[in-house]
């Protein structure tokens, strides 16, 4: 089954940037969406951004014009561009897919998380 793996994660300052990759191993049959979420400490899990398989993205509008999805779904990878990081950007950052195991079954698969410190 497909494994997702993040990296990118680490310190930075306030207006400083950063890249996370996801990067998978193994297949699955059918994907029809990847994205990032974020969770800080003591507060629900987010999300940030997503990709369709279409090429549609999404973001959250705390995100929106500082951060970019990117990616080739094809291959099971998609980065996440994050520029301009404010100290409320801290999180782990965990990769998402939404994909179907043959035939049909949904199914969602989560990376194991990165965390993103920004200091003030």
């Known amino acids: 089954q497909v494994q997702l793996v993040e990296s990118g994660g680490g310190l930075v300052q306030a207006g400083g940037s950063l890249k996370l990759s996801c990067v998978a191993s193994g297949s699955i049959f059918g994907i029809n969406a990847m994205g990032w979420y974020r969770q800080a400490p003591g507060a629900q899990r987010e999300l940030v951004a997503n990709?369709?398989?279409?090429?549609?993205?999404n973001y959250a509008d705390s995100v929106k014009g500082r951060f970019a999805i990117s990616g080739d779904i094809a291959k099971i990878t998609v980065y996440l561009q994050m520029n301009s990081l404010k100290p409320e950007d801290t999180a782990v950052y965990y990769c998402?897919?939404?994909?179907?195991?043959?035939?049909?079954?949904?199914?969602?698969?989560w990376g194991q998380g990165t965390l993103v410190t920004v200091s003030s």
């Open positions: 998402n897919l939404a994909g179907r195991r043959w035939p049909s079954r949904y199914v969602e698969v």
């Open positions: 990709i369709t398989s279409g090429g549609s993205t």
